[in-house]
């Protein structure tokens, strides 16, 4: 059974700074990303790394958001930092397997706010 457990939101002042992590199990997975969805928009990619550690960003988050995986826990971290109120948003882990197969977390809200 496939499991994406998200952890690390919350509240944050603009400027600050949260890291959000990711514990996947029961496949073995090609890619990680981190995604979000703010209310009423769509869902769109913040990050994505590859088992090689190729990495991916959002034009909209480089130079503030690290992703970064640790393979042998089978976890993907978001660092996050210099947080704007527009990154307000449920950001969701997503996982892959080479056949392709997309897993979702349950999403961990984070609100930057003052």
């Known amino acids: 059974q496939v499991q994406l457990v998200e952890s690390g939101g919350g509240l944050v002042q603009p400027g600050g700074s949260l890291r959000l992590s990711c514990v996947a199990s029961?496949?073995?997975?090609?890619?990680y990303g981190w995604y979000r969805q703010a209310p009423g928009k769509q869902r769109e990619l913040v990050a994505t790394?590859?088992?090689?550690?190729?990495?991916n960003y959002a034009n909209s988050v480089k130079g503030r958001f690290t992703i970064s995986r640790d393979g042998a826990k089978n976890t993907v971290y978001l660092q996050m930092n210099s947080l704007k109120p527009e990154d307000t948003a449920v950001y969701y882990c997503n996982a892959r397997t080479p056949f392709a197969n997309n897993y979702w977390g349950q999403g961990t809200q984070v609100t930057v706010s003052s």
């Open positions: 029961g496949r073995i997975f090609s890619s």
């Open positions: 790394i590859t088992s090689g550690d190729i990495t």
